[in-house]
């Protein structure tokens, strides 16, 4: 069983081996974060996917939303160095 207990994408919890990537528990990345063959997604994808869900739950506006997704994904192994290396106000493309 995979150390990651959390994606390293997104941050889920992955109690289950139908929770990771492929249903494979050597994935460190979750079936949300990843395509039908357990390949992590763009970041350009999460991130989107992740602007509109905190936009949809936390009640923030784009400018907002678009702040904390950045700041939750420079936590994540997945994302720290795609988001270290990114200027402030940069565009994600």
């Known amino acids: ?17 139908e ?15 990843t395509d039908m063959n ?7 994808k999460k991130f989107e996917d992740l602007v509109k869900t ?4 936390r009640w923030m506006n ?4 678009e702040k904390y997704v950045l700041r939750q994904m420079a936590e994540l192994p ?3 160095d795609r988001v270290a290396q990114m200027k402030p106000g940069a565009s994600t493309a």
């Not at 069983?1 to 081996?17: H, Q």
């Not at 357990?38 to 350009?44: A, S």
């Open 1 to 17: 069983m995979s150390l990651a207990l959390r994606c390293e994408s997104c941050g889920m919890p992955m109690a289950t081996s």
């Open 19 to 33: 929770d990771h990537g492929a249903q494979n528990p050597n994935n460190p990345y979750c079936i949300h974060c």
């Open 54 to 57: 905190a936009m949809d739950t």
């Open 78 to 80: 997945a994302w720290r």
């Open 62 to 65: 784009r400018e907002q939303a």
């Open 38 to 44: 357990g390949k992590l997604l763009p970041f350009e």
